[in-house]
């Protein structure tokens, strides 16, 4: 049966590159996690074998780090921007380049009394990764930025019932429950073209990160999914230069320990951290008018 070469791209996956800033005494750091991934004319190296086209991977890890020192590290979408170009540009054979970025943020260690040290001691900043993905076919630009593993819990203010039951519904109805998840959003940049600025990358993704903390916080929820609306709708409503908001929410569920035999009473005091199986709540919010863009499996990378 004869067979034919679907699509198809190639790159280096996760390089890891640190950029330290020494402005004077006082230090800045920028952690990044670099995948490159690249297409075009390769049919050859499938079929025949011929690597005439393929620039090495090993020549985009190279290329990520000469790029953190000729050009900086000023934000991931930028550096992404910068190497996407490049690969595009400079190799005839590549039409299209995806960048994605993972950032590793730090914070400054403060000292008592500003000792030695406080201008270049840093501790990882928790869980939470910021991502980016930028994507570039030699006209139109796509920028996806976003964030994972930021924990969020309202230990009030959510509650759940009316629900459909039926003979396997063994779940109570909850007029007062912690709602808490692990959030996963990407949000899309209506920036395509050179011919326009692009936006300020890290204020844009503060703004967005503020604005999804402050729904979550803010939002008597009745479910997650109305919670994950009102989030959306508050970073579209805030931010003119993102169209389009994905999220996935795992329900990270807490239920009320029973301490009725060891005679005591549990008023909304006392829960169990149940990490699996968990609800799962996925959807997209968007500008009205705009077209879904981001790819469905983007929330889970």
Not at 124 to 149: M, P
Not at 167 to 190: C, F, G, H, M, Q
Request: glycine content about 6%; proline content about 3%.
């Amino acid at each position: 049966m004869p067979t034919m070469l679907g699509q198809n791209q190639y790159g280096k996956a996760e390089t890891r590159v640190v950029k330290i800033v020494r402005d004077g005494a006082t230090h800045h750091i920028k952690d990044l996690n670099v995948s490159v991934a690249l297409s075009g004319d390769m049919d050859d190296v499938h079929y025949s074998g011929s690597n005439a086209n393929v620039l090495p991977t090993d020549t985009t890890k190279n290329t990520v780090y000469a790029f953190a020192k000729e050009h900086g590290i000023e934000s991931a979408e930028q550096f992404g921007i910068h190497l996407a170009r490049h690969f595009v540009t400079s190799q005839e054979a590549i039409h299209k380049a995806r960048i994605r970025i993972e950032e590793y943020g730090w914070q400054r260690i403060g000292t008592s009394g500003g000792a030695e040290g406080a201008e270049h001691s840093f501790m990882r900043a928790g869980q939470e990764i910021r991502v980016s993905q930028i994507t570039f076919d030699g006209e139109r630009w796509q920028v996806i930025s976003g964030l994972k593993n930021l924990t969020v819990l309202n230990s009030t203010g959510s509650e759940f019932w009316g629900y459909a039951k039926d003979k396997y519904t063994t779940l109570p109805e909850a007029y007062d429950r912690i709602l808490a998840t692990d959030v996963s959003a990407r949000w899309r940049y209506n920036w395509t073209s050179d011919q326009a600025a692009p936006p300020d990358w890290d204020t844009s993704y503060e703004q967005a990160r503020k604005h999804l903390i402050e729904a979550f916080a803010e939002t008597y929820s009745l479910s997650l999914q109305q919670t994950l609306f009102h989030m959306g709708s508050r970073i579209v409503d805030s931010r003119a230069e993102i169209d389009e908001v994905r999220f996935a929410l795992p329900n990270k569920h807490h239920f009320l320990v029973d301490l009725e035999p060891f005679g005591l009473m549990n008023d909304n005091e006392v829960y169990v951290a149940a990490d699996r199986p968990y609800g799962l709540i996925e959807a997209t919010v968007l500008r009205d008018g705009a077209e879904p863009l981001i790819p469905l499996h983007l929330t889970n990378i």
